[in-house]
């Protein structure tokens, strides 16, 4: 095993996935290729979103990634910063969204 779960290599292990399950995986690269289509949002909206997003759920790869095809579809390096920071205030206002379960039982 490796010493980083994170390794640049170690995504290669997906691979795997798509071994043991050709079909569910073709439905989700079909899936994920529809949804960051040209649509109602153009791609590089929905390349920022997909950045803000990856920080939240802490995806390293789709960090690195979607932060390279965002640039690829046009993003500025400060659009991308904004959209990290979008993601940090939402991501912070869920702490303090669920401060409410600490303040609550405090009044038990």
């Known amino acids: 095993m490796e010493d980083c779960f994170y390794g640049k290599k170690a995504i290669e292990k997906a691979g795997k996935m798509y071994a043991l399950k050709p079909e569910i995986m073709k439905a989700f690269l079909d899936f994920d290729s ?38 690829k579809a046009g993003a500025t390096p400060e659009e991308i910063a904004e959209a990290i920071f979008v993601a940090a205030a939402m991501r912070a206002g869920g702490s303090m969204a669920h401060s409410c379960i600490a303040m609550g039982t405090l009044e038990e």
Do not use: D
Not at 34 to 61: D, M, R, W
């Open 34 to 71: 529809k949804v960051f289509a040209e649509g109602s949002l153009n791609v590089k909206i929905k390349e920022l979103i997909a950045v803000a997003c990856a920080h939240i759920t802490q995806c390293p790869y789709c960090i690195e990634g979607h932060t390279k095809r965002s640039k």
